[in-house]
């Protein structure tokens, strides 16, 4: 035997530990030490024995037992159970889409955490998120993470300030090739233009086979001169000898027209 006084300081505590680990041949036959790929081992020392746990490695899933004992006869010692085994977690090829294509390998394996990208083909544009990844949601089955994005002719909803489609019908997220849709600008708005044509506060935009947009015309504030053109207006009503009367209605239409516009720009901006 060892005697302990003659270590040096510090050793004493290793050497406590060796001796309370069950080393073959020190405090009898125990079962040889298990490693797990992808995966972890715990130990556990019960009454009866030893238990070893086992569990895997995020995006793994535990093929086999989840636990094996210790077996310990006369001469040897066993574990009760064969070591289960970490499986990286598989997903099915990704979606093949029309008019466009993914990066990923032909007989490419895909397990947890594998990434494919989705391309279009010239002309097409992208609807949807162009990567997915392998993933799960309960650690034993695999799972893209979404679904494959869309490739499609036409064009996105234009980014317009200031103004609308002008028909309602017209508003929604795509368009296709050739689709025209008029514009509006909102009140008190119009189209920038070149000093010696008129001002408009009309136009329309085209979907082009690129996917892109005719050139967005812009939506400027008008000046407010713009905005109240009707009061020379209806100076030259009464210049032109319109009954006192009549100009009178024209002018409550007008206020009326006005109001109405205006509960419309209040709605639209709630
Ligand atoms: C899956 O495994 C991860 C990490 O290994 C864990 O955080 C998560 O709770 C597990 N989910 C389920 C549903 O078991
Ligand atoms: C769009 O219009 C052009 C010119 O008129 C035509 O050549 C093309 O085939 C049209 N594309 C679609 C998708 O309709």
Redesign the pocket.
Known sequence: MVSAPRCPPGARGLLALLLLLPLPGARGISCKPLELENGRVDLTDLRSGLKATFSCN?GYRLIGTTSALCKVARHSANWDRRLPLCQAIPCRPPPDITHGFHNALSGEKFSFGSKVTYKCDQGFSLIGVASIHCTT???ITGEWSGSAPECKVGCQKPDMQNGNPLKALDEKMWYSVNETIPFKCSPGYQFSSHSHLPATDRSSITCLADGSWTALPKCTKQSTSGVCEMVPESREFTECGVPLEELRTLLEVRKLYLEIEKLKQELKSQ
């Open positions: 995020e949601k309960d650690n």
